[in-house]
């Protein structure tokens, strides 16, 4: 059995003999050991860069182009108190001081809405008119008038305009009226503290024209100091 192997193992080796010989490997395995040894790559020489930075002036405009350019920093403000721009017609902040309203009781209400009512029949019915009872958010804080809906849609514009008040001694107020909302916005606000509008107070709205109101203020009664 081992010499059967040994046969056989040496025809292998015979048979690999004869196709290395056949390729030339022999040959370039001997050409390769005779080669000298090829020199190794010099490394590359890796150059420090130095990068320069200059100074550039930011270019500015010529109207500023002389003038000092500005210093940036971080101001911490605490408690400044930024005062407040006057009105010319009254000081306005009490308007503000919602902790201070005066609310008008019912009685007093009712009683201005019946003086209203009796000026509305002196004045005749010549032109379109209503009573507005005030209420806080028409005098304080956010001094927007809705007006009657039914009112607007027969007799105002519909779309944006701007509206006159005149009062009783003729002066003049523009208002802008806001047909979608049916109120009066920007001007009211004038309007109302011009003539120290409180709540309960009476006004009477005459349209005397598409774009006027004549207005008459009927006063609520000042509730009396002793009252809790």
């Known amino acids: 059995m081992v ?3 040994e046969e056989s193992r040496r025809k ?12 030339n ?17 010099p490394l590359k020489q890796v150059k420090s860069r130095t990068i320069q930075k200059d100074l550039v002036v930011v270019r500015r405009s010529g109207r500023v182009a002389n003038m000092p350019a500005p210093v940036y920093k971080e101001i911490l403000i605490d408690s400044v108190k930024i005062p407040r721009i006057r009105r010319a017609y009254t000081n306005t902040s009490k308007y503000r001081d919602y902790s201070n309203r005066v609310y008008a009781s019912m009685e007093d209400r009712e009683e201005a809405m019946e003086k209203a009512d009796k000026l509305l029949e002196d004045l ?20 927007w008038l809705g007006l009657p809906c039914h009112f607007c849609i027969d007799n105002l ?4 305009e701007m509206i006159t008040l005149i009062d ?8 802008v009226y806001l047909a979608r909302k049916k109120g009066l916005s920007g001007g009211w606000r004038g309007f109302a ?17 598409r774009s006027t109101f004549k207005v008459y203020i009927i006063r609520v ?8």
């Open 193 to 209: 503290i011009a003539h120290d509008l409180a709540d309960g107070d009476a006004l009477i709205f005459q349209l005397t024209n």
């Open 221 to 228: 009664d000042s509730p009396s100091e002793d009252t809790a």
């Open 3 to 5: 010499a059967k192997y």
């Open 168 to 175: 009783e001694d003729g002066d003049e107020y523009p208002t």
């Open 25 to 41: 490997l022999p040959q370039l395995s001997q050409a390769l050991r005779n080669s000298p040894s090829p020199k190794p790559s």
């Open 157 to 160: 514009p519909k779309q944006d």
């Open 124 to 143: 005749g019915s010549d032109h379109p008119a209503f009573i507005k009872s005030m209420l806080q958010s028409h005098v304080t804080g956010g001094f």
């Open 12 to 23: 292998r080796l015979e048979e690999n003999k004869k196709r290395m010989e056949a390729l």
